[in-house]
């Protein structure tokens, strides 16, 4: 077996304690950004429904609200 030298060993070691950092930090950063995201989506949807809704209260035709989602939806 090959004794490998003390610079090589090192530097193995630099780069998989590297790799399990970014790999660590990138892991946590994911599920940040998923958990956010799916947290905003759910609150758009429920506002989105309580709009619905009040305009359903307010009188509004429900052949119209296809036109409402619509410009509610409208992002330009």
């Known amino acids: 077996m090959v004794k ?3 610079t090589l060993r090192l530097t193995i070691s630099f780069i998989a ?3 399990l950092a970014c790999t660590g930090i990138s ?3 994911y599920n940040a950004l998923s ?3 799916t947290y905003r989506d759910d609150m758009t949807l429920i ?3 309580a709009q619905m809704q009040q305009l359903l209260l307010d009188g509004a035709k429900p052949e119209n609200l296809p036109l409402y989602f ?3 939806v409208d992002t330009k």
């Open 4 to 6: 490998l030298s003390m």
């Open 17 to 19: 304690i590297l790799i």
């Open 27 to 29: 892991w946590t950063l």
């Open 35 to 37: 958990k956010e995201l």
């Open 47 to 49: 506002n989105r429904a």
């Open 70 to 72: 619509n410009r509610m």
